[in-house]
């Protein structure tokens, strides 16, 4: 009889072969609770253990080992054989299960993964990745740059188009849907869906740019997979996800149907900050960014860097990891949105570099004269700081640009 105990969890000599997924996380052990016991029942409880010992012959040994305490950080490697290939859901109901909930800890967050390639490549990854600022917009560049029509619902169909109209021929690539528009009874997806795209078809005909349309098809699974369908009937280049509201297991749902149509992924996190904002415990957005990766997403929001109104994180940190090689699979480009105007972008762009989708919804919207010079001000910014001249300067001859930085100047909002 072979009997399994939490000790049998923790080898600190233990190096991870170069199949093991390795897992970084912070732990605070619970009161009565030393670290190398905390880390073992880490490690026993996101693979194959449990509080009893156990009494068994014939089975396959899954077992996780922690192999590395350093501070409060654990390191725990995981067998290959332990994952599904493909399957995202069963990975997370490991590496970030039960774990989460155990009395042994009092806090416990994932940090950090090194996926190895057998599992990494079991998932497709990006479409296109960074990539679409050539392949789909000719940006050279400059970032890409996208606006979301405000208020975030509650504008009718034809108004919804017509601001994307107005952003489109004022200068910037992306009309994006916010996050909780879908298919509400004010701006019905279909009707959404062909308006803008006619707006959209109009705004390149006159500007002669190619433009494009983030549509979002969140819901559940079945009627996002015909969302789908529809956007890449209407000759949509995109769809827009919410994936951590949709799940991961949808999202790879419509990653497979945006391969059959050719069509990139926009990913919302809207719901992350529930896992991620407490910096002990629960799952860091370089993860969910990583989750996002292998599960295909073309671009993913990142944050700001601290430069916007939502809650600061690693952003620079998460855009290194998304551009960096993961096995062959694609890049992710990332995106930059959340209480952006046309006077952060030098120092945005200063801190994240180009290679990004900056997005403004109030920033363009909230110009004193309307979405369309809203648009031509943040176009105008990105162009300034792309030749190297101040905003000021640029503005001398450029008067939406004026008309922003006179009423935002270079001040992060609340
Ligand atoms: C931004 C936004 C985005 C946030 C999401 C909003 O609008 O549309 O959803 O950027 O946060 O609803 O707040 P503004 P993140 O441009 O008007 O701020 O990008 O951090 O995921
Ligand atoms: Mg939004």
Redesign the pocket.
Known sequence: MTGITYEDFLDLSYEPSDTDLVCDFHVEPAADMDMEAAASRVASESSNGTWAELHVDDFVDLSATACGIDGSRVRVAYPDALFDPGNMPQVLSCIAGNIMGMKAVDRIRLLDCTWPEPLATSFPGPGFGSGVREEIFDAGDRPILAT?P?P?VGLPTKEHAQVGYEAWTGGLDLLKD??NLTDQSFNPFEDRLTESLAQRDRAEEETGEPKSYLVNVTDETATMLERVDRAAEEGCEYVMVDVVTAGWGAVQSVRDACEDHGIAIHA???M?AAFDRIESHGVSMRVIAQIARLCGVDQI?T?TADL???ANEDTVGINEWLYSELHGLNDVLP?A????HPGLVPELVERVGRNVCI?????VHGHPDGTHAGAKALRQAVDATAAGVSLEEYAADHPELAAAIDLWGTETPR
């Open positions: 979301v405000k975030k916010d996050e919302h996190r809207a992350h929001h944050g916007g109104k939502l995106v949105s959340g209480g952006l997005q403004a919804g109030g920033g």
